[in-house]
């Protein structure tokens, strides 16, 4: 009978259809009154007034007394609902203000007055505010440069449009923390009379704006270095190009444009690997898998100068050295890849003809250690026999004796220029010389060549070994000649082996020292140069004392002159050979 939201008078329980039994003997109701409790429409619960000895009959005056009861109940349910509703709210509200990372300041929007905060400012001010608190104080006292920040506009705004006002990156001096950073969001609330009031919410973003200041200065940095590499790999002497690890192209200098016959950048894969290449040793195309940068970029192998001959895109061909290596990320996995090529064709070009050059010069010595030699030596003969076979007067055998020189001369000059060739093509095999005899040698057969131009002193020694070709001999054999050849007098001339110590090696130190004439200090840098002639009765070729500096080094010695009496060149020279002891084990 509740269903019309009416009170519910039940006269006699035993009588009224619908009721419990079970509630009724449970209780022992005899009448009941029953009204329910509404709240905005709503049932929340019921009252009852109920009589357990007999039935009775409710009197118009107790229904509606009972009905005025269950008013009043649901009004103050209602109330403590509401009351327990706004005090839950509340303590949210609270918790939510005590632990936001933002600053709340409600001030007064007639004089900017502190109404209240949630403390979290003060944690940046200095004393007296950190302790006291800033409530009843004008927010211009609290926060410095106010003014300067635009806080008075913004207020003013706010207030007029009653829209909330954002300022973003507010810079904040004179707070105990120092220069900080700030997001501000002032927010108009209606009050119940006058103005209404200024909600702040401040919210420091330092970190941020920092981080975005490194940012910043990264990227700065980044496109700086970028600029950088631009401006290095514009002006190297090679092309340069970056990729991505499906070998799409992100970077080239000019250079490959320029190698590869256009200035248009190669972007794909397929505009660099579909070009026609060649190996330069074998003719063999190369494949998409072959080319370095491919290699790099998706295997991670590094290939240094690989020789390729390729068809530019003007048709042209050209040789290149291609090199590539991958560019590894932080994790160790490849991002990319950077190839270097060098266009080496005219290189190439000139090793060719350097080549060929080197054929036709080896048939020209060929010719003159052979052919010329043999006709020297024909000639020589022919003028032994006219000078042994005929009657010839002093006179007419100078005239032949002449030519003999010359012819010597000759023959001289083509051995040292074949020897100056072996040097050069390292044809000649080095081995264990006893340098100590080889002196002693050299010394005997130089005083049976040359019995009234030279005295030579030296104090045999051996077991002095060095690695040298056969050709040392004529190192020592050289430096003699150029004693005696630039001499106008008998020269004497003393040999002298010792050990020296250079650089943390040991070496034999042999100095052949002349009276001759000496040899100028502005020559002395000049003597082992090629077609330097000396001073003195005969000029020579300029080519002996260069054989002998390409000898000696060779040998891995060195070799100089210098006077035998310091500071008076006119006393003699001192040549000085250094050669690498060889210890016998």
Known sequence: GLENERPLIIADTETEEGVSAEVVKRFDIKTALIIPLKIIGQI????????????????????????????SLSLGIESSRLFESERSQRMLLQAITDNAPAAMILVDGLD????????????????????????????????????????????????????????QELRMEGLSKGTTYWYLAVVPIEAPTGPPDILNLLLEVTEQVQAKQRAEVLAKEAEEERRRLEAILDNLPVGVMITDPSGTILQSNSNIGQIWGESSLLASPNDYFSHKAWWADTGIPLRLEDWTLYRAASKGETAVGEVIDIQRLDGTRGTVLSSAAPIKGANGKTIGAVSVIQDITRQRRLEQEAVEAKSQAEMYLDVLANDINNFNNAAESYLHLAAEQTRLEEKQKNLIKKPLE????????IDT???????????????????????????????ESHPDEAVIDFEPSIKKMVIASELLKDVFMNILENGVQHSTKSVKIGIFLTKAYEGGREFYKIAFEDNGPGIPDE??????????????????????LYLVKKLVE???GRVWVEDRV??????????????????AR
Do not use: C
């Open 566 to 583: 310091s500071g008076d060149h006119a006393q003699g020279s001192r040549f000085v050979v250094m050669l690498p002891v060889v210890v």
């Open 417 to 447: 220029i074949k020897k100056i060739q072996q040097v050069d093509s390292h044809e000649v095999k080095h081995g264990l010389i006893d340098v100590g005899w080889l002196l002693e040698d050299v010394r005997q057969e130089f005083l």
């Open 112 to 167: 900017w007055r502190v109404k209240w905060t949630n403390g979290v400012y003060q944690e940046y001010l200095d004393e007296p505010w950190r302790s006291r608190g800033i409530t009843g104080r004008v927010l211009t006292e609290v926060i410095p440069e106010a003014a300067s920040l635009g806080l008075p506009e913004a207020y003013k705004k706010a207030i007029s449009s009653k829209k909330p006002q954002i300022a």
């Open 44 to 71: 929340i619960g019921f009252v009852s007034f109920i009589y357990t000895s007999h039935p009775r009959t409710f009197s118009r005056a107790q229904i509606d007394f009972v009905d005025k009861l269950a008013v």
């Open 406 to 413: 010359l012819l010597a001369s000759s023959s001289k000059l």
């Open 554 to 556: 060779s040998f891995n």
């Open 523 to 544: 020559m002395k840098s000049k003597v082992f140069a090629r077609r330097q002639r000396g001073r003195g009765k005969a000029s020579g070729t300029g080519l002996g």
